[in-house]
């Protein structure tokens, strides 16, 4: 790779174990999945919607399959992955919860990674500006961003808590600078988790 | 070791066995006709097997014997192109019921008369089977990949479902698993124009001038389906041909008609109507599900491809209407079912069914990066 990888990327592919049957839900241009073969000899499959995406990384050599998160995950078998990949996608589906349902069917465990839309600078365009927040994060506005379902540290936890997922790991990250769980609610841009049922 | 070839060459090889048939009969002496580019390496480990699709036939690098043009993916197959002759052998067969050199309707039979309608209908399986019978005699054992567009598709998907140690790679392009009504009805509007024609006579219109009347309008009809309406607009809209006003008559006045009757017409002088009936009934005929019903005793897609290690690769086409993307992303969900390693995309491009041998710089891409 002559590119760094984003870095809730390079954390996830520090996570997985060699060997590992990966899924990658919203794979983009297959970079996550060609670091999981190239360094963890890990068989790696994608899902990706957008066309151009999924030519790339074909071209690459990877297994990548046209396809939906809300609706194409119904396709694939329970547990039939070690671990199952939603990073940057989660607050694009139509239905979060029954995503991170589906992806907790068909993997074993799942990283998930979302930015946190409760950082200090969201939170102060919303209450200096009383405007819908345009950040290096979050760069589109309101009516044109595919960030249906935005989603803070504090949200998502309450979520696991409610469905009674298992916690198995967080990470949060300020650019590539990591942040304290405890400061995680201002201070994380993005957060990382890894989930079992 | 052979040496490198430029130029395809042109082989026939009679297979030494019977070649038995899906229908039950057994077809003796069955002549493969065959065109190979590139050069075999030693191991034997490079061979990609192209399948083509109905009407076209093994002559996919060389010029045309009949038409005189490149052949049909001249564009696509040679040395530096995107499957790179100067690293795969590429070997393209013409079918079992074809008219360039294989064994079907119009060949001798036994008695010493063209078998016509007495040639036992076939499927797509066999005509795999006539190919793997192909390979098995050439030595090799194991191919890099298959590759197929439409019935070539069928067929590779056919190979790797029922022959999946012989090949490691199977890449399908604008194709589906089992032909639907529509695409049977289309197919059955051509056999009946055929059929319909006086000078087919049951079959047994010899060597001399055959249906050529009902083989034209059967292209006509198939034409159609291949092109997008989008495309068909953009070439002819509503423009007449080689005149100001419309003749009130029934002369072609729409370019879209003189396009077609040229293409029909053209037709006939490359293609055998008899063929056109087999090949057409074999397509009508592949339900792959069928064709491989695994151990749960068959109507599921996805136990054709049960424990399969071959890897998949579907592309289609978001303008065609005959086989469409829903086809394509059917056998994708399945073989991820089976656990079988499986990329599939659709792309953008305006020609329809066409589409895959035509210009399509992604599906370039997306071809070459899956052979690696």
Not at chain 1, 2 to 22: E, M, N, T
Not at chain 2, 85 to 100: R, S
């Amino acid at each position: 790779m002559s590119v760094a990888l984003r870095p809730d990327l390079a954390l996830i592919a520090a996570h997985v174990g060699p060997g590992a049957r990966v899924l990658d839900v919203g794979c983009g241009d297959g970079a996550l999945m060609a670091v999981l073969r190239d360094t963890r000899a890990a068989d790696a499959r994608g899902l990706e919607l957008d066309q151009h995406n999924v030519a790339e990384c074909v071209a690459r050599g990877l297994s990548v399959i046209q396809g939906d998160a809300d609706a194409d995950l119904a396709y694939y078998p329970d547990a039939s992955f070690d671990y199952a990949i939603l990073s940057q996608t989660l607050q694009t589906t139509k239905r979060p919860d029954l995503v991170l349902g589906e992806l907790l069917r068909v993997g074993r465990k799942a990283f998930v990674s979302f930015p946190n839309f409760a950082h200090w600078r969201v939170r102060a365009s919303l209450l200096w500006g009383g405007r819908m927040p345009v950040t290096r994060l979050l760069p589109v506005a309101w009516y044109e961003t595919p960030n249906i379902h935005h989603v803070t540290v504090r949200d998502f936890r309450a979520l696991v808590a409610d469905q009674g997922y298992k916690l198995e790991g967080e990470w949060f990250l300020s650019g590539d600078h990591a942040i304290s769980p405890a400061a995680a609610a201002w201070r994380a841009e993005h957060a990382v988790f890894l989930l079992s049922r | 070791m052979p040496e490198p070839v430029l130029q395809p060459v042109n082989d026939t090889l009679v297979l030494p066995a019977p070649l038995p048939l899906d229908g039950g009969q057994v077809l003796e002496n069955v002549a493969v006709a065959y065109e190979t580019s590139g050069t075999l390496n030693s191991d034997k480990s490079n061979v990609v097997l192209l399948f083509h699709a109905l009407t076209m036939d093994q002559h996919v690098v060389g010029t045309h014997p009949k038409t005189g043009k490149p052949g049909w993916w001249a564009k696509s197959v040679g040395p530096g192109k995107v499957i790179d002759t100067d690293h795969f052998f590429v070997i393209c067969a013409n079918v079992l019921g074809g008219c360039m050199g294989s064994t079907g309707p119009a060949s001798i039979a036994p008695d010493g008369q063209p078998y016509a309608m007495r040639f036992p209908v076939i499927t797509i399986r066999d005509m795999v089977r006539a190919q793997v019978a192909l390979l098995d005699a050439l030595g090799i054992e194991q191919l890099h990949a298959v590759i197929g567009g439409s019935m070539g598709g069928m067929q590779a998907l056919s190979f790797a479902a029922n022959w999946p140690a012989r090949t490691r790679a199977a890449l399908v392009i604008a194709s589906t698993a089992r032909h639907s009504a529509q695409n049977i009805a289309f197919h059955e509007v051509g056999r009946q124009a055929i059929m319909a024609d006086p000078k087919w006579k049951g079959g047994d219109y010899g060597s001399g001038k055959g249906p050529e009347n009902g083989l034209a309008v059967a292209r006509m009809a198939a034409h159609i389906t291949y092109l997008s309406e989008e495309g068909m607009h953009e070439k002819f809209g509503r423009k007449l041909q080689d005149r100001a006003e419309k003749t009130f008559g029934f002369d072609a006045d729409f370019q879209v008609e003189s396009y077609l009757r040229h293409q029909g017409l053209s037709f006939t002088d490359r293609f055998d109507a008899n063929s056109y009936l087999y090949i057409t009934r074999a397509m009508d005929y592949f339900d792959l599900a069928e064709e491989v019903p695994g151990e749960d005793g068959g109507g599921k897609l996805a136990s054709a491809f049960a424990g399969s290690e071959v890897r998949f690769c579907l592309i289609s086409f978001d303008t065609d209407w005959l086989y469409p993307t829903s086809e394509s992303r059917g056998i994708a969900h399945a073989l991820n079912a089976a656990g079988a390693p499986v990329s599939f995309v659709e792309l953008s491009a305006p020609f329809g069914h066409d589409s895959f041998l035509l210009d399509v710089p992604a599906q370039d891409r997306v071809i070459a990066g899956f052979l690696g």
